[in-house]
């Protein structure tokens, strides 16, 4: 049963692929690659990761079509014509796409327990968490305890990114014109939004702090808060958007997430441990994962909402 | 009574995936972009929505069930102003409904 939703689901897989190929309209494009994170979602759910399958629906099929049709709104709409024969691409295309089939060949099964991966330190993780840090969920003891050094390395990577939009993009902030252009008309789609935004702030604090728990964290919460508030853009205008959460106050957001994630990691080293140790943050070792796991968590998801925003709001002011 | 709740449930579930294929025929058969937004959108909040009901059935008195009632009342509120908003995008960036012309026949 359920190798039948895998082949139904790689095939989708491969169909879309294939369709955004072939299309020229680059506003389908975005809609079709959308669909595909939509589809990888679903194919990680059956894998049973559930926690990359959420930010894989949040990030890839929400934030990022929203930022690829921003873009393409800026450009054109059309695919350029490409001046040289494809005949090179497609050499490279196939040899690397024959090398990698071929690299998988000497992989284990798919599923095998005795596969080296769950030979390394996944058994270690998967049976000291519950001991060690108490936390239901062994992927983000893994992420944000075990690996809490890496997971600071990506935090500052998307902060980076954001500097670079911000150093690339600029910024307009518009003070009137509150109003876009033919949004005075949608009653509907602001009734909605408005009763939308606040149960989309909520679920984001829930995904943020149940992310011990259940599957969530730190970046699916940022991205969800972020899209809340571009919802909010959409419906009421920039302008609107900028007054409830303005740049500047973003761009300090930005770098505050990154410096209480670093911090909780001195903290650390003042209390006697190591840097990013949780264990000596509270009287009881258990205690303090859980309040350093909640720290870092916070400090991922203020620099994740900040930095979407910033690139959000880059892109669209853009148009004006 | 397990197997009234299963038999409903079933119905509920197939009644609902049966609709999302009509909606989706529609979507292949109609003629224009509003039509064709007409059967996706009835279709789509009518089918996810029996399928979504089947599912709190299976489900029972259980976290699941808020849950998937949480995703029902979204969707009821969802899909409808998606689809209006899609279609008033359409009307102002001048796409014109196909509309049979009695004179000119």
Request: proline share 4%.
């Amino acid at each position: 049963m359920e190798h039948l939703i895998d082949i139904v689901l790689l095939g989708l897989l491969m169909i879309t692929g294939f369709a955004i190929v072939r299309m020229k309209s680059l506003l389908a494009v975005a809609m079709l690659t959308s669909i595909y994170s939509l589809l990888s979602a679903s194919l990680f759910v059956v894998l049973d990761a559930v926690d990359v399958a959420l930010t894989e629906a949040a990030i890839g099929a929400g934030i990022s079509t929203i930022l690829m049709l921003a873009t393409v709104a800026l450009t054109s709409d059309e695919e350029k014509k490409s001046r040289h024969t494809p005949l090179l691409p497609l050499a490279v295309v196939t040899l690397t796409g024959a090398a990698l089939i071929y690299g998988t060949l000497d992989m284990p099964h798919y599923g095998d327990p005795a596969a080296p991966v769950h030979q390394h330190v996944a058994s270690t993780y998967l049976h000291d968490t519950s001991r060690e840090i108490g936390v239901p969920n062994v992927v983000t003891s893994v992420l944000a305890s075990y690996r809490g050094y890496d997971t600071l390395g990506e935090v500052t990577v998307i902060f980076t990114a954001g500097a670079g939009v911000l150093a690339l993009l600029g910024y307009r902030t518009r003070r009137r014109n509150i109003e876009g252009p033919g949004i005075r008309k949608l009653v509907v789609l602001r009734v909605i939004a408005k009763l939308f935004f606040p149960l989309i702030l909520l679920f984001a604090l829930y995904v943020l702090f149940h992310g011990d728990y259940g599957p969530g964290g730190g970046f699916q919460a940022g991205v969800i808060f972020a899209t809340g508030f571009i919802l909010y853009a959409l419906a009421f205008g920039l302008g609107n958007a900028q007054r409830v959460i303005p740049q500047p106050l973003l761009r300090i957001m930005a770098a505050v997430g990154v410096l209480i994630y670093a911090a909780v990691g001195i903290e650390g080293i003042l209390l006697g441990g190591k840097f990013l140790e949780y264990g000596v943050l509270a009287d009881d070792p258990v205690t303090g994962q859980h309040l350093g796991i909640l720290l870092i968590e916070l400090g991922v998801g203020i620099t994740v909402t900040a930095v979407m925003l910033i690139i959000y709001y880059g892109f669209v002011s853009r148009r004006h | 009574m397990d197997m009234v709740v299963e038999i409903l449930s079933w119905i509920l579930l197939l009644g609902g995936a049966a609709f999302l294929l009509i909606g989706a025929i529609g979507v292949l058969r109609f003629p224009d972009f509003y039509t064709r937004l007409h059967a996706v959108s009835v279709c789509d909040t009518l089918g996810a929505g029996l399928v979504l009901i089947g599912l709190m059935l299976q489900g029972g008195f259980s976290l699941v069930t808020v849950k998937l009632l949480l995703i029902f009342y979204f969707m009821m509120f969802s899909g409808p102003t998606a689809v209006h908003a899609l279609a008033h995008a359409a009307l102002r960036s001048k796409l014109k409904p196909l509309v049979d012309d009695h004179e000119s026949r």
